[in-house]
């Protein structure tokens, strides 16, 4: 009775035509939607903590930031695990040079697509923010054009996947055009943004989440909002790159 | 080595049999200059006289090493493949279009400071920054065009695939270049040079160990 409502909520109507298979079904009666895997749970705990604890504990009152330094729980972690999802697509394409192994330019792909997704998020909420605490959506600042710049280049990358048909070519020009970008994108979010001024907090002796600003309890927060933001983007990219591989067996 | 040398004296060759691809290149960035020279006439505000001189380079740039894999057929490519190096010929082709960039920088330069005037006061440091910017340039775009040659659509990637990773080098090249166009002296852009030194080793080193994997097909 319950596998019956359950798998009508899951596959819908035409579920007992589709899932004749005996075999089939008990495989996927185990596969019981609390059975998830443990990390899948600590990300769900985790941003359910982030989302309420970031929105209710005490924060330090700032000159400018005021209330909306909490954007450091969710705009900032967003970034934070977008630089990883594209780090794991760097480390793919190369571990794909070296083995040609094409579930790993599989995964490549996807990571990539889970980052700009991310970053297109980052940019929105960091535009929000901007407009609340800077009065302008979008300002001409060392971050934001780097940002900018690596949405650019990812977009470029998947024009690159598209333009070439060949499965193989396709995978060993990307990861190299992979590599190639993330290295010098690296340069122009990490190094160049130190040589100018920046307007964001923290920098260019603006109040905010430097090493004495950010005090114990919003760290308590901020850690695990990104261990949490992380773990999300890890569960989209899975569920991407099982899509992919469905849809490459066809 | 000896095999960089001898594709070096190869591709000199080839440009010097086909001199209308050079002279076209001269062309292209005379006939932009003049067009800038008609549409600004006197370019006073050092910063715009700064970015269009670079945009004009960068242009130019593309439009010059574009072809540096493209031009070879695809029997020739198979040649080289089977008598060369791959690592000899990035290094090769690297060279030769730095060679190549260099000269059309010092030409651009001439006829741009001709038409539309010359701001610079620190003449050496600016021809400095021409020689790492040109380098620079070239490398990336030889890199980008060796990948845009193999995917195919080659005229249409180029651009779109050089221009973001090009974007840490230009911006830190159009700093040092409006720096020496004020005139400051070597000791206040030291860490802007060594970020452009490292950044062309950074590139170079990219494109001699990623080469061979698009090179084989």
């Known amino acids: ?250 | 080595m000896q095999q960089i040398f001898h594709l070096i004296e190869k591709e000199i060759n080839l440009e010097w049999k086909q001199k209308y691809a050079f002279n076209g290149l001269l062309l292209y960035v005379g006939a932009t200059v003049f067009i800038c020279y008609l549409s600004f006439r006197e370019i006073l505000e050092v910063p715009v006289w700064n970015a269009l001189f670079w945009i004009i380079q960068l242009f130019a740039g593309v439009n010059a090493i574009a072809k540096s894999f493209l031009q070879e057929s695809r029997g020739r490519m198979l040649y080289y493949y089977i008598l060369a190096d791959p690592k000899a010929i990035i290094l090769s082709k690297i060279i030769y279009n730095f060679l190549l960039m260099l000269l059309l920088s010092v030409f651009n330069f001439l006829f741009y400071s001709l038409l539309i005037g010359n701001p610079v006061s620190n003449t050496p440091l600016f021809l400095f920054t021409l020689l790492l910017g040109s380098m620079g340039l070239s490398s990336v775009l030889t890199m980008v065009s060796a990948i845009a040659s193999k995917a195919g659509h080659s005229a249409a990637l180029m651009p779109i695939l050089s221009f973001p990773v090009l974007l840490p080098l230009l911006m830190t090249t159009i700093k040092l270049s409006k720096n020496a166009i004020d005139g400051l002296d070597w000791a206040a852009n030291q860490q802007l040079v060594i970020i452009l030194l490292a950044l062309n080793i950074m590139v170079i080193a990219l494109g001699y160990l990623l080469f061979p994997y698009i090179w084989k097909e």
């Open chain 1, 1 to 250: 009775m319950l596998w019956d409502i359950y798998s009508f909520l899951i596959f819908g109507r035409n579920n007992k035509k589709r899932f004749r298979n005996f075999e089939l079904n008990k495989k996927l009666m185990k596969e019981n939607i609390l059975q998830i895997a443990w990390w899948k749970w600590l990300c769900v705990i985790l941003l359910f903590y982030t989302y309420i604890a970031g929105f209710l504990i005490p924060v330090p009152r700032l000159p400018i930031l005021h209330e909306s330094i909490r954007n450091l729980f969710f705009h900032v972690t967003i970034w934070f695990s977008m630089i990883i999802m594209m780090g794991a697509s760097l480390i793919y394409g190369i571990r794909y040079l070296n083995s040609n192994n094409i579930d790993l330019d599989i995964k490549a792909e996807q990571c990539t697509y889970t980052g700009i997704f991310l970053g297109i998020i980052g940019i929105l909420t960091g535009s929000v923010w901007a407009k609340n605490t800077w009065g302008a959506w979008w300002v001409n600042d060392a971050k934001l054009n780097g940002a900018a710049a690596t949405m650019l280049v990812y977009l470029a990358y998947i024009v690159l996947r598209g333009s070439v048909d060949d499965e193989i070519k396709r995978a060993r020009l990307s990861s190299v055009y992979g590599i190639f970008a993330f290295t010098m994108m690296l340069v122009f979010i990490m190094v160049l943004p130190r040589l100018t001024v920046s307007l964001h907090p923290g920098n260019g002796g603006n109040p905010g989440f430097g090493a004495y600003d950010l005090d114990k309890t919003m760290r308590t927060v901020f850690y695990p909002a990104v261990i949490g933001q992380t773990l999300l983007a890890t569960w989209i990219t899975e569920i991407l790159v099982r899509i992919k591989r469905l849809k490459q067996h066809d």
